[in-house]
């Protein structure tokens, strides 16, 4: 089967900040088994041990870019995803670097950023954010609306994280490294961990049986992005 949308995620691999989207990625990489095994504090040997378990799990070790890449293809209801999680050693300069082999091309996506919110919350808040033209309208459309169905607090943001028309390819591409016009970018913030973990793979999951039935409308906005050049 070919992927219809991916999940992506990329982390620091010691950074805590990035737990909750680490722990998310891993339960959406281990779709169909039961992972009964702790999470192991070394987050690449932890992967690592997962993708014994399990088949058709990817790993791609980039050891002069500082990452392992953990990939694999999953179903959630309807829609064939492919779950891609980018384990780094220095997040930041990965994403400055912006190297063009990383980018996701080709596929609506689904974004895992880091929440930018302060606010003490005492329920789990989903954060949608796409910028126009920019970004997929459709992905952004079913992640809020797999949110409303499970009647969560749920924000959209007509901004995406400094996505911009510049010469600075690490602005272009977006912290999480996805084309122009595929995208949209889900946060949580708000509650207990498990409570925030639990809430973005059921918010993705049901967003992702949503977009397929998009599909197609998706895929324009992802063509119409290839159109879009950096600005020499």
């Not at 949110?147 to 400094?162: M, T």
Request: glycine letters at 4%.
């Amino acid at each position: 089967m070919k992927p219809q949308l991916a999940i992506v995620a990329r982390v620091d691999r010691k950074a805590s900040e990035d737990s909750d989207r680490v722990l998310v990625m891993r339960t959406l990489l281990s779709e169909g088994f039961d992972v009964k095994k702790k999470a192991l504090e070394d987050r690449v040997k932890d992967l690592s041990a997962l993708a014994e378990e399990m088949p058709n799990f990817q790993i791609k070790n980039f050891e002069n870019d500082g990452v392992v890449c953990f990939s694999r293809l999953v179903t959630f209801g309807k829609a064939c995803v492919w779950v891609l999680l980018d384990v780094c050693e220095n997040l930041q300069a990965f994403t400055q670097k912006a190297d063009k082999k990383f980018i996701t091309y080709g596929l609506p996506v689904f974004a895992l950023v880091r929440s930018d919110s302060a606010m003490k919350r005492d329920k789990v808040h989903v954060a949608v954010r796409a910028l126009g033209a920019w970004d997929n309208a459709m992905s952004a459309l079913s992640l809020e609306d797999a949110a409303k169905l499970f009647d969560l607090d749920c924000d959209f943001y007509e901004d995406s994280p400094v996505r911009v028309a510049t010469d600075t390819a690490s602005r272009f591409y977006t912290s999480a490294l996805v084309a122009p016009g595929s995208a949209a970018f889900v946060s949580t913030c708000g509650a207990r961990e498990s409570d925030r973990i639990n809430t973005l793979v059921k918010v993705l999951q049901k967003a992702s049986d949503i977009l397929v039935r998009r599909w197609d409308i998706a895929m324009a906005s992802v063509a119409e992005g290839k159109t879009k050049e950096l600005v020499a």
